[in-house]
């Protein structure tokens, strides 16, 4: 029974968060032949400044490069 945690920031529509869960799934039926009836995805969506990246959080990184 596979399980995949995608952890993203916030901001995904529910059409992206479809998408990636059905991309997810397809390559792991094509690839490693699971069924998708035991494939579980779940998506944690994590808040800009909850998140760092390249040293800095990453709503400040965002700033810095705008």
Known sequence: MPYVNVQI?????????AEIVKDIT???????????EYTHVVIQEIEEEDWGFAGKLTDDWKKSKS
Do not use: D, F, W
Not at 26 to 36: I, N, Q
């Open 26 to 36: 397809g390559s792991l039926e094509r690839v490693l032949g699971k069924k998708p």
């Open 9 to 17: 920031t916030k901001g995904a529509s529910r059409e992206q968060k």
